[in-house]
């Protein structure tokens, strides 16, 4: 089966800047996407990269390489709220969603 | 904002017994979809629906069934509840863009089975 990896908990301090890193088989690729999900409630869509390099949303961006299989979103001038988890998920040949089991953000003042 | 509703929220219930859990959406999308997640864990896909009368079954194994009668509507039913099913069930759609598959979710139903 496809694995997604991604660690399963950091801490950052507010104001700072924070890599969340993803990697993924390669095969059967169709797209790489980053939710966000807050304790108790359900994910929102947060990027989607199919090709290389880095997209930009505000205070979050999304880097992709699809030759190493890696994905990594980068929050900038952290906040308290963006204290949740972020779950990789990958489109596989199928156009279905194989997530990972998402990185716990612990955002400290 | 997704308009994407799930009832019950909350839902605490004795073995055997049957159960649906309602999704409905007001955005006209073709794809709905059914997860189920764990604390911690990763979303698995126990069935998803490409448009009215069309259901599969997702990655997970599952012992409920799902109907699509009409596109905005795709309830998932539980038989016989067994302690194995207490979770949380998440409901999803999207357009059916192939292109950026983004999912819309509702707030989900968190069941228990005693």
């Known amino acids: 089966g496809q694995n997604i990896d991604q660690p399963t908990e950091m801490t950052a301090t507010e104001g700072a800047i924070v890599q969340i890193n993803c990697t993924y088989q390669?095969?059967?690729?169709?797209?790489l996407f980053w939710y966000q999900q807050h304790a108790g409630e359900a994910p929102t869509f947060l990027s989607y990269?199919?090709l290389d390099g880095l997209e930009e949303k505000g205070r979050f961006s999304s880097f992709l390489s699809r030759s190493k299989g890696y994905s990594y979103l980068l929050l900038k001038e952290l906040q308290m709220k963006d204290s949740a988890s972020y779950l990789c998920a990958q489109m596989d040949s199928n156009y279905q969603l194989i997530w990972g089991a998402g990185t716990k953000l612990i955002i400290k003042p | 904002e997704a308009d994407i509703y799930q009832t019950p929220r909350y839902l605490v219930i004795g073995t055997g017994k049957k159960i649906t859990l309602e999704c409905s959406q007001t955005m006209g999308h073709d794809k709905m979809y059914w997860y189920q997640q764990d604390p911690g864990m990763e979303l698995h896909l126990i069935h998803y629906?490409?448009?009215?009368?069309?259901?599969e079954k997702g990655d997970l194994s599952s012992e409920s069934t799902v109907s699509r009668i009409r596109t905005e509507h795709f309830p998932l039913t539980l038989e016989s509840a067994r302690p194995s099913h207490t979770s949380q069930y998440l409901c999803?759609?999207?357009?059916?863009?192939?292109?950026?598959?983004?999912?819309?979710f509702g707030e989900g139903s968190r069941l228990t089975v005693l």
């Open positions: 390669t095969s059967g690729f169709n797209g």
């Open positions: 629906s490409y448009g009215v009368n069309s259901t």
């Open positions: 990269n199919v």
């Open positions: 999803a759609s999207s357009k059916g863009d192939r292109d950026t598959g983004e999912l819309f």
